[in-house]
């Protein structure tokens, strides 16, 4: 059973930083690329960054020089170092699979606010 639980997320001041976790279970962690998603309200859920399998990374050019994913195969862990936080970057973030299982966590809410 497919399992994914973000955390790390929390309230922080513009040009602050944050640093998002995702613990992964239930499948070959090694074998899939990771991706970092963000839904804000009202809008729909957008691709953030993504990272294969052989640790090649891709980023959304609204946040590409400030966030930075990365991944422990040995703990099974996906994580997004996010720097320069602005308030447009306030959102639930949630991290899958690539491909998808099509189950997703419950997300880290992160607020960026003065």
């Known amino acids: 059973q497919v399992q994914l639980v973000e955390s790390g997320g929390g309230l922080v001041q513009p040009g602050g930083s944050l640093r998002l976790s995702c613990a992964a279970s239930?499948?070959?962690?090694?074998?899939?690329?990771m991706r970092w998603y963000r839904q804000a309200p009202g809008k729909q859920r957008e691709l953030v960054a993504a990272?294969?399998?052989?640790?090649?990374?891709n980023y959304a050019d609204s946040v590409k020089g400030r966030f930075t994913i990365s991944r422990d195969k040995g703990k099974n862990a996906v994580y997004l170092q996010m720097n320069s936080l602005k308030p447009e970057d306030t959102a639930v973030y949630y991290c899958?699979?690539?491909?998808?299982?099509?189950?997703w966590g419950q997300g880290t809410q992160v607020t960026v606010s003065s």
């Open positions: 239930g499948y070959i962690f090694s074998s899939y690329g």
């Open positions: 990272i294969t399998s052989a640790g090649s990374t």
């Open positions: 899958n699979t690539y491909p998808s299982f099509g189950v």
